[in-house]
């Protein structure tokens, strides 16, 4: 699934709002490595995720550059960049069914699209639960099916935003190490934006504070 | 092009020469002074009757499950065509109308109808109380939607954990946010009420007429000289219209000055009770005379033999609609090929703008002035000048003009409906499309489309009934070539037979409801197998 691994790279990175400057970074982040992001609220941690994702609002201005390998991607619209998002609701669209969100994130020309979407159900205990109304899951199942969706987009790189601070806490370890399980497995570069240190610890990664 | 005339330049009807006689013609009619009065009082008093009883059902309103039920019994009004309120108001409260049938001879004595002149009273109030009736539910409705964003539950539970009344709480610390969110809505209501046209033909005064009711009659009279004069009577009328907001921005400002005092003078609970019992009572009042209005249009379309004083009709009969219908054919399709033919196209321009500030982060903000020109400007005064810039490069009243006038009150509905709509919904979900890799256009067709089915039709409904309530803008535009049901009914006013009329105006109001039916019964077919999506409708 995953020919070529990649390294993401944030080269030089300073955004500013109105002069101001909310945070730089330089760092790399290795096929399979999670850089855990900390900060308090205000530190600047979600303009970082929608500089990397591409939805920058425009009042903020960013310098530097972010490249997936040799390949540029801050010139990239959000949806050339391959870069997938976990948000802390699991957002599977209400109108489609449990498959058919797990369709959307297919790639148009995939293969076996119905045989990958059952192999995906079935990878997170959901097996049969196509033609399922997304409302009628549990949220720990919803998280799941989220993160099938996002791998079944193929990303090259991920970012996590606080994925897990709205499950409870027996949830939330059991979601930790399927997250983060799949993600090694997949040797992608993720980028993980969270207040709890203890996803800092179960990331097992490196740890940037933000002020 | 409404100005050229008015100076007595209209090279088609032979007026080469700027000069003043139409000013002139136009002071030297008797009954002037009068018209003038009528539009601007009118105006005034019934924006300032509606948003008291608006007011003062927010204040109550405790979110109660009768407030719930007030509420829900309101904003289904709005959909029905001011023609269709204004028969309903004039059929309850003329000397046959069911009113004085209600309670005659038992508190009247009255054994035939008395000799009064209740509707076309020389003063308008029968005008006036068929607007209160539409601007009532409108105010409700712009201020229920401005509502949430002012947090009003939180600013009055910290009132009252200071010791203030509910309705005080409410009054001295939400009013005062919630008025500059409804400014131009009410704007717009003091414009369109000093300015009507189908309501003041029919519960109107007629000698003399409102000045927007003269100004149609001189400017179709058959000498055409009188349009010289009609154009002269639109900037007077503009004039008429200006003054009216100018003097109820007077009054805003007093107002503003003159509550300082009371905001902070620390009383909590003085007239609270007044407010709770106030509030509830004459909205309570103004639905239920809208629906009885429509109640007694009902019983009129099917009443056989009615004797006076009886309170229902002896017989029922459909002799009335069979009559109708068939001479109803044309219009009822020119009603919704023109409506749905202008809601297209306004609904595609609108969702295009929307995406586009969506995708590209606009604030729109400047142009909602600009969308309200059309509702604020006198429409007498500026349709005037369109059918004369048609005529003069020759384009002929038709069916495509007719479209393209409603879309100047159509696109500004539609807009106000589903910005708010599309403001709400949470970005994420197009990021989320696009994180997973679809286009723009995919993640729109496929994601933010379906999201805001509801709204959207709801916002279609909004705009098909506005449609079919236009009146002047068919008349003048269609140049009578495009009957609807709307210009029918308005024309069946004077002379015509009242049950027909009685027909024709529960057709009128039967049109916006099936399609306001529709917009909710849509999304719930459609989501039958998706719960949170029946949730969000």
Not at chain 2, 402 to 428: G, K, M, N, Q
């Amino acid at each position: 699934m995953t020919p070529n691994l990649q390294t993401l790279h944030i080269k030089q990175l300073k955004l500013t709002l109105a002069g101001d400057t909310l945070l730089a970074m330089h760092r790399d982040i290795a096929p399979g490595e999670v850089l855990t992001v900390m900060g308090p609220s205000g530190s600047g941690k979600s303009t970082l995720l929608a500089y990397l994702a591409g939805f920058l609002s425009p009042a903020f201005q960013a310098q530097g550059e972010l490249y997936l390998g040799d390949k540029r991607l801050d010139t990239l619209p959000a949806e050339h960049r391959g870069i997938g998002l976990l948000f802390q609701d699991p957002m599977l669209f209400p109108h489609l069914s449990v498959g058919g969100n797990l369709h959307f994130g297919l790639p148009r020309r995939a293969r076996d699209k119905n045989a990958q979407v059952a192999k995906a159900l079935e990878q997170i205990g959901l097996a049969g639960f196509e033609t399922r109304d997304p409302a009628t899951l549990s949220g720990g199942q919803q998280s799941r099916v989220a993160l099938m969706r996002l791998l079944l987009s193929r990303p090259r790189a991920v970012l996590l935003d606080e994925p897990f601070s709205k499950l409870d806490t027996a949830l939330r370890q059991e979601m930790r190490a399927l997250v983060f399980g799949q993600l090694r497995e997949a040797g992608l570069p993720t980028l993980l934006v969270t207040h709890d240190e203890a996803d800092a610890a179960a990331a097992g990664g490196p740890i940037v504070v933000l002020e | 092009m409404v100005l050229l005339p008015a100076f007595g330049y209209l090279p088609v009807l032979g007026g080469n020469t700027f000069h003043l006689e139409a000013w002139q013609d136009l002071w030297a009619r008797a009954g002037l002074g009068h018209s003038v009065w009528l539009s601007y009082a009118s105006g005034l008093i019934t924006t300032l009757v509606a948003l008291f009883i608006v007011v003062l059902f927010l204040a109550a309103s405790q979110g109660t499950w009768i407030d719930r039920t007030i509420r829900r019994m309101v904003s289904p009004l709005l959909a029905i065509p001011h023609a269709a309120v204004a028969f309903g108001l004039a059929f309850l409260i003329a000397p046959s109308g069911l009113l004085v049938r209600w309670v005659s001879p038992g508190l009247t004595g009255w054994e035939r109808p008395p000799d009064l002149l209740i509707i076309n009273d020389p003063s308008g109030l029968a005008l006036m109380a068929g607007l209160i009736l539409k601007e009532v539910p409108f105010l409700l409705l712009m201020s229920l939607a401005a509502l949430p964003q002012l947090r009003p539950d939180s600013r009055v539970v910290l009132a009252r954990s200071l010791g203030y009344a509910p309705g005080i709480a409410w009054l001295k610390c939400v009013f005062p946010a919630l008025y500059p969110l409804i400014r131009l809505p009410v704007y717009a209501v003091i414009a369109y009420a000093t300015s009507v046209v189908d309501m003041a033909l029919i519960l109107g005064p007629t000698l003399p007429p409102t000045l927007s009711v003269s100004i149609l009659n001189w400017f179709n009279d058959p000498d055409l000289s009188r349009r010289f004069m009609a154009s002269a009577g639109a900037v007077l009328q503009l004039g008429v219209t200006l003054a009216a907001l100018l003097s109820w921005w007077i009054g805003e400002q007093a107002v503003k000055c003159l509550s300082q005092r009371w905001l902070t003078n620390g009383a909590r609970s003085s007239g609270s009770t007044a407010i709770a019992v106030g509030g509830r009572a004459l909205l309570i009042t103004v639905t239920l005379l809208a629906i009885s209005a429509l109640f007694g249009l009902a019983l009129f379309s099917v009443a056989g033999f009615w004797r006076f004083p009886d309170a229902l009709p002896g017989t029922f009969t459909l002799d009335h609609w069979q009559r109708i219908l068939p001479s109803v054919a044309t219009p009822l399709i020119n009603t919704l090929s023109v409506g749905l033919t202008a809601t297209l196209i306004a609904c595609v321009l609108v969702v295009a703008t929307l995406e586009h500030a969506a995708r590209h982060h606009l604030a729109a903000r400047r142009v909602q002035w600009l969308l309200y020109l059309p509702l604020i400007v006198p429409q007498v005064a500026f349709l005037f000048g369109l059918v004369v810039a048609a005529e003069s490069i020759a384009i002929r009243p038709q069916h495509a003009l007719v479209v393209a006038t409603h879309l100047l009150f159509v696109i500004p509905y539609l807009y106000l409906s589903l910005s708010e709509a599309y403001r709400r919904l949470d970005p994420r979900w197009g990021q989320v499309a696009l994180s997973l890799g679809v286009s723009p256009w995919r993640a729109f067709w496929q994601v933010r489309l379906p999201l805001l089915l509801a709204p959207l039709l709801t916002a279609c409904a909004v705009s098909l009934a506005v449609s079919i309530g236009q009146y002047l803008p068919t008349l003048l535009l269609g140049g009578g070539r495009v009957p609807t049901i709307t210009t029918e009914a308005v024309a069946m006013a004077s002379g015509g037979n009242r049950r027909l009329v009685a027909v024709l105006a529960l057709l009128q109001a039967l049109l916006p409801f099936i399609g306001f039916s529709l917009a909710l019964l849509i999304p719930r077919f459609v989501w039958a197998k998706r719960r949170q999506m029946r949730g969000a409708a």
